[in-house]
């Protein structure tokens, strides 16, 4: 299941169920449900995942000074920048998040 603001680009989760349909040889769609959730939860659980993703990148970074081949820094390097990019976007939304009133779509 997704948690999704109401006003979300439902694009990419189509695009994962429809390679999930052609993967698995079933027939599953997208179902939304406005439901409301209260800010602070939504807001807690947002602080929750950045955490999470942060613990990931701290991780990451040990293992890098651990490694020596070229190649496998290359692609610990990518998953930090890729997870520099996802921090960021995820604290920008929760600055969002603390200000406004939301509903929530699932």
């Given at each position: 299941?997704?948690?999704?603001?109401?006003?979300?680009?439902?694009?990419?989760?189509?695009?994962?169920?429809?390679?999930?349909?052609?993967?698995?040889?079933?027939?599953?769609?997208?179902?939304?449900?406005?439901?409301?959730?209260?800010?602070?939860?939504?807001?807690?659980?947002?602080?929750?995942?950045?955490?999470?993703?942060?613990?990931?990148?701290?991780?990451?970074?040990?293992?890098?000074?651990?490694?020596?081949?070229?190649?496998?820094?290359?692609?610990?390097?990518?998953?930090?920048?890729?997870?520099?990019?996802?921090?960021?976007?995820?604290e920008q939304e929760l600055k969002k998040?603390?200000?406004?009133?939301?509903?929530i779509r699932l």
């Amino acid at each position: 299941m997704w948690a999704l603001r109401s006003d979300a680009n439902l694009d990419e989760i189509n695009k994962v169920a429809e390679e999930i349909n052609r993967t698995f040889g079933v027939e599953r769609s997208v179902t939304i449900v406005d439901t409301y959730m209260p800010r602070d939860y939504v807001v807690n659980a947002l602080k929750e995942y950045i955490n999470e993703r942060k613990m990931r990148y701290k991780d990451v970074e040990d293992k890098l000074s651990k490694i020596e081949t070229a190649r496998e820094k290359r692609e610990l390097m990518r998953e930090l920048e890729e997870l520099e990019r996802e921090i960021n976007a995820l604290e920008q939304e929760l600055k969002k998040l603390e200000k406004t009133e939301i509903t929530i779509r699932l």
